[in-house]
């Protein structure tokens, strides 16, 4: 572990200099390192991430003197986790400077409840005999064998939630429940394995690390202990913050927005999805870019570089401000030619419905249900990320059935970062030009309520708070009786259904119809040929197998496909 000439070394040095004195010793029994401290603890050099196989250590050892003959510490024993260290040893020196005893801890494999590390001793300084290199092997063996043996069930690895909360607030419990679902919730559908929660309730936010010192120590150890890789905060992080936390930690550390941004990305289907992700990745990631990498900040050099030149660092931002203006460009083209197909349909008089509302409130099960399509549908934040138009045939009394185009849009969600919600603005330009909202919600969430207020502040964002709506409580079917009497009787204009029934969905479509009953009648008594639309253009709900799903995903295609199938009554004949 130690030499008896690097004990009598460390200690002197410590005594002349008042401070603690350490060295960092490789396995091969080389120096590394040789660190002064205070008199209470070491500042341990930047030694790099660890780069090595499951189960392996550091190669590294840390030996100190604690001058007051002081057991091993906190710092100490997360310095040892933390960079996974072979192991620590502190030397306890007497009042007269002379080493009397010594403590070591190693990392040690841990089940849940268990400690990752063992300490032992004190020990008498000339009674410490440990074979460093053997007991490495043997832990590592152990390390990579309970490696294999851990179940992973997420493809992108283990996480523990954080949330830190305002004490002053008097809810500040309940808001961290409901705060915490939606996140494990938003970690599950990252395809992440969420393996604890860390909650701690503060007077207030720390500016450096969001926690405590003492809490985040906590939460390093506990993440060894589970083998966790991530740590994800239930809140925005600033660079500072997220940089601090990783170089303490030597963790992988996301805020709420970037686990959103992540699952946007993988989400994204269209090339409107694909664009308005990447530009809101941009946006987040540009005022971070300076934490990333010391590496950043070295000038370019070389033949025709010499001078000040520009950094790295500035090379990477100008580069992704070309970007974000190119992105921009595309997303402007992309909203005129949305804004076309809103004219053609405008003049086709066809009467448009959008389905808006909080994330897996169940929107695509409605669609699907309603028009018979087959829109991708999951018990996941987020499955639908690009607007999906259909028909559906709606019956209007004295005028036989009538059609509408039903679209389904991006869940809401609240906190949306704003680089995503200006991004996805244009998302929304179907719902602005829509005859009718539909604002769909879960009834069997607990936070229906909550939902229900973030969806309306949204419209309201978005300027949509003039267009006529029908609330729908989804998901009924998940309620006790007394409490879908209870929403019933509060909530008396709003439709209950369960969107995989598809007999609740009656009461929808007459309600639809009752609410497009003025536009269809000033479309009736327009001097223009009437549509008549085949019996194949739009979805029966009666017999949903014989439904042709149209399959344009555009407003643009949508048209053209019913273009193609519309008859029009001869204007009548004109008499002398």
Same mark, same amino acid.
Request: aromatic share 4%; net charge neutral; charged share 30%.
């Given at each position: 572990?130690?030499?008896?000439?690097?004990?009598? @070394?460390?200690?002197?040095?410590?005594?002349?200099?008042?401070?603690?004195?350490?060295?960092?010793?490789?396995?091969?029994?080389?120096?590394?390192?040789?660190?002064?401290?205070?008199?209470?603890?070491?500042?341990?050099?930047?030694?790099?991430?660890?780069?090595?196989?499951?189960?392996?250590?550091?190669?590294?050892?840390?030996? /100190?003197?604690?001058?007051?003959?002081?057991?091993?510490?906190?710092?100490?024993?997360?310095?040892?986790?933390? !960079?996974?260290?072979?192991?620590?040893?502190?030397?306890? #020196?007497?009042?007269?400077?002379?080493?009397?005893?010594?403590?070591?801890?190693?990392?040690?494999?841990?089940?849940?409840?268990?400690?990752?590390?063992?300490?032992?001793?004190?020990?008498?300084?000339?009674?410490?005999?440990?074979?460093?290199?053997?007991?490495?092997?043997?832990?590592?063996?152990?390390?990579?064998?309970?490696?294999?043996?851990?179940?992973?069930?997420?493809?992108?690895?283990?996480?523990?939630?954080?949330?830190?909360?305002?004490?002053?607030?008097?809810?500040?419990?309940?808001?961290?429940?409901?705060?915490?679902?939606?996140?494990?919730?938003?970690?599950?559908?990252?395809?992440?394995?969420?393996?604890?929660?860390?909650?701690?309730?503060?007077?207030?936010?720390?500016?450096?690390?969001?926690?405590?010192?003492?809490?985040?120590?906590?939460?390093?150890?506990?993440?060894?202990?589970?083998?966790?890789?991530?740590?994800?905060?239930?809140?925005?992080?600033?660079?500072?913050?997220?940089?601090?936390?990783?170089?303490?930690?030597?963790?992988?550390?996301?805020?709420?927005?970037?686990?959103?941004?992540?699952?946007?990305?993988?989400?994204?289907?269209?090339?409107?999805?694909?664009?308005?992700?990447?530009?809101?990745?941009?946006?987040?990631?540009?005022?971070?870019? @300076?934490?990333?990498?010391?590496?950043? @900040?070295?000038?370019?050099?070389?033949?025709?570089?010499?001078?000040?030149?520009?950094?790295?660092?500035?090379?990477?931002?100008?580069?992704?401000?070309?970007?974000?203006? /190119?992105?921009?460009?595309?997303?402007?083209?992309?909203?005129?030619?949305?804004?076309?197909?809103?004219?053609?349909?405008?003049?086709?008089?066809?009467?448009?419905?959008?389905?808006?509302?909080?994330?897996?409130?169940?929107?695509?099960? !409605?669609?699907?249900?309603?028009?018979?399509?087959?829109? #991708?549908?999951?018990?996941?934040?987020?499955?639908?990320?690009?607007?999906?138009?259909?028909?559906?045939?709606?019956?209007?009394?004295?005028?036989?059935?009538?059609?509408?185009?039903?679209?389904?849009?991006?869940?809401?969600?609240?906190?949306?970062?704003?680089?995503?919600?200006?991004?996805?603005?244009? $998302?929304?330009?179907?719902?602005?030009?829509?005859?009718?909202?539909? /604002?769909?919600?879960?009834? %069997?969430?607990?936070?229906?309520?909550?939902?229900?207020?973030? $969806?309306?502040?949204?419209?309201?964002?978005?300027?949509?708070?003039?267009?006529?709506?029908?609330?729908?409580?989804?998901?009924?079917?998940?309620?006790?009786?007394?409490?879908?009497?209870?929403?019933?009787?509060?909530?008396?204009?709003?439709?209950?259904? %369960?969107?995989?029934?598809?007999?609740?969905?009656?009461?929808?479509?007459?309600?639809?119809?009752?609410?497009?009953?003025?536009?269809?009648?000033?479309?009736?008594?327009?001097?223009?040929?009437?549509?008549?639309?085949?019996?194949?253009?739009?979805?029966?709900?009666?017999?949903?197998?014989?439904?042709?799903?149209?399959?344009?995903?555009?407003?643009?295609?949508?048209?053209?496909?019913?273009?193609?199938?519309?008859?029009?009554?001869?204007?009548?004949?004109?008499?002398?």
């Amino acid at each position: 572990m130690t030499t008896q000439e690097l004990t009598r @070394s460390l200690a002197t040095a410590s005594v002349e200099a008042g401070r603690q004195v350490g060295a960092l010793v490789h396995r091969s029994g080389q120096v590394d390192y040789v660190i002064v401290g205070d008199a209470g603890k070491l500042m341990l050099p930047d030694i790099g991430r660890l780069r090595a196989a499951d189960g392996r250590f550091r190669g590294l050892r840390l030996v /100190h003197t604690h001058l007051r003959g002081e057991p091993l510490t906190r710092d100490d024993l997360v310095d040892l986790v933390r !960079l996974r260290l072979d192991l620590v040893c502190a030397i306890q #020196l007497t009042p007269q400077g002379e080493p009397r005893a010594m403590m070591y801890a190693h990392n040690v494999p841990a089940d849940d409840g268990e400690l990752p590390y063992r300490e032992i001793g004190p020990l008498p300084v000339g009674q410490v005999q440990v074979h460093v290199g053997e007991l490495m092997s043997d832990l590592e063996a152990e390390f990579a064998k309970k490696t294999k043996a851990r179940e992973v069930r997420a493809k992108d690895g283990r996480a523990i939630l954080v949330h830190v909360g305002d004490k002053s607030k008097r809810d500040a419990h309940e808001r961290a429940d409901v705060s915490i679902r939606e996140l494990r919730e938003l970690a599950r559908t990252a395809g992440l394995e969420v393996v604890d929660v860390i909650v701690q309730i503060r007077e207030r936010i720390d500016a450096k690390h969001v926690l405590g010192k003492g809490k985040l120590e906590d939460v390093i150890l506990r993440a060894m202990q589970l083998d966790a890789d991530v740590l994800i905060f239930d809140r925005e992080l600033t660079p500072a913050q997220s940089s601090g936390i990783a170089k303490e930690s030597d963790l992988k550390v996301l805020d709420r927005a970037q686990l959103i941004l992540d699952i946007f990305a993988q989400r994204a289907e269209g090339a409107d999805g694909k664009l308005q992700v990447e530009l809101a990745q941009l946006k987040y990631n540009m005022p971070r870019l @300076s934490m990333r990498d010391d590496s950043l @900040s070295r000038l370019t050099g070389g033949i025709g570089g010499r001078g000040p030149g520009e950094t790295k660092l500035e090379i990477g931002r100008r580069r992704a401000k070309e970007r974000v203006t /190119h992105l921009e460009a595309q997303l402007k083209k992309l909203s005129r030619q949305r804004e076309q197909r809103r004219r053609k349909r405008a003049r086709g008089a066809v009467p448009t419905i959008a389905i808006v509302g909080y994330t897996n409130a169940g929107k695509s099960t !409605l669609l699907n249900t309603l028009t018979g399509s087959s829109v #991708l549908s999951e018990d996941k934040l987020f499955a639908t990320l690009d607007t999906r138009s259909r028909h559906l045939k709606v019956g209007w009394a004295g005028y036989g059935d009538r059609e509408v185009v039903i679209t389904d849009t991006v869940g809401f969600i609240r906190n949306l970062p704003k680089e995503l919600f200006a991004a996805f603005r244009a $998302t929304f330009e179907e719902a602005a030009d829509a005859d009718l909202l539909l /604002h769909v919600l879960d009834a %069997s969430d607990p936070a229906k309520e909550e939902h229900a207020t973030t $969806t309306e502040k949204v419209l309201e964002d978005l300027k949509l708070c003039d267009i006529p709506r029908v609330v729908v409580y989804n998901k009924v079917d998940l309620l006790e009786p007394l409490a879908r009497k209870v929403l019933e009787r509060t909530h008396p204009d709003a439709i209950f259904l %369960s969107a995989t029934e598809r007999d609740t969905t009656r009461p929808l479509l007459e309600r639809l119809a009752a609410e497009l009953a003025e536009k269809w009648d000033e479309s009736a008594r327009m001097p223009v040929a009437a549509p008549l639309l085949d019996d194949a253009s739009s979805h029966e709900l009666e017999a949903p197998e014989l439904a042709a799903e149209t399959q344009a995903s555009t407003l643009d295609d949508l048209l053209r496909a019913a273009g193609r199938r519309v008859k029009t009554r001869p204007p009548p004949a004109q008499h002398e």
